[in-house]
């Protein structure tokens, strides 16, 4: 055999390896989706990609090394929303509008598989390992979505956990498929409610900082210090004769010492 000839065999069988591990990775994320990764088997993903499982064992040695690769594939075709895209909003309502709308459409396109994985990542470890990141996903969002609220204390905190219940995957499945909205309907109906729990947990705020006792007392010694302020510097008649008498008294004192 030519070494031309040599070379393109060897082509063609890494040509034809190369597919092998694709149409395993592809069964896999097929499986994951529909039935998901905790009643996924090696046996049923050989079966679904039409290999034998010492195929599938020499492409991928274990469970973890087949769902890093499902993973990586899914992640490339179905990327989440571009969070750095929110932050140049400025107005926080219209930035959460915004968001709620990026990631309904994203949930509708990717549902079957988040559902799956929500599900299963408290019992294969391999998915609580790689599903990670989208946890983290969600709290970097709902940080940018607090930004600029001008909130403080409870009414932070509040605020912060109705925004991470718009923006959770349960939150939307629950309006679009039990309640029968659709995306923008939810996003809609989720952005309004986040705007009035902020205005209400606000305003409850300052009355509950305004009604305490410490708050009053400051209140008061803040007035005496403006009416001080605005007190003409002059005495009047009865003042000075006060001050007179005070100081009579006091030179009477002072010369029997």
């Not at 979505?145 to 932070?156: C, D, E, F, S, V």
């Not at 729990?197 to 606000?202: C, D, E, K, N, R």
């Not at 007190?231 to 001050?243: D, F, H, M, Y």
């Amino acid at each position: 055999m030519s070494d031309g000839k040599r070379k393109y065999e060897k082509k063609r069988r890494a040509e034809a390896e190369t597919q092998t591990r694709l149409r395993i990775t592809e069964s896999a994320v097929e499986l994951h989706g529909t039935l998901g990764p905790a009643q996924t088997t090696m046996s049923a993903v050989a079966e679904r990609a039409g290999v034998r499982r010492s195929t599938l064992y020499r492409h991928f040695p274990d469970e973890r090394a087949l769902f890093g690769a499902c993973s990586a594939h899914w992640a490339e075709n179905n990327p989440p929303p571009d969070i750095s895209r929110w932050e140049q909003v400025e107005d926080p309502e219209e930035r959460l509008a915004q968001a709620l709308n990026e990631m309904y459409a994203y949930y509708h396109r990717s549902g079957g598989m988040i559902d799956k994985l929500l599900r299963d990542e408290n019992a294969v470890p391999a998915v609580a390992e790689k599903f990670a990141a989208y946890h983290q996903f969600l709290a970097i969002a709902g940080d940018i979505l607090m930004r600029g609220r001008g909130l403080r204390g409870n009414a932070a905190k509040r605020t912060r956990a109705a925004i991470g219940h718009a923006l959770a995957f349960r939150t939307w499945q629950d309006l679009t498929e039990t309640q029968g909205l659709d995306n923008r309907q939810a996003a809609q109906l989720m952005s309004a409610l986040v705007a009035a729990g902020a205005s209400i947990l606000f305003m409850q705020e300052h009355r509950e900082t305004e009604a305490s006792p410490a708050a009053k007392a400051e209140a008061v010694r803040k007035q005496r210090l403006r009416e001080d302020a605005q007190r003409p510097i002059s005495v009047n008649l009865a003042e000075g004769i006060a001050l007179s008498h005070k100081l009579m008294r006091f030179t009477g004192v002072a010369r029997q010492v």
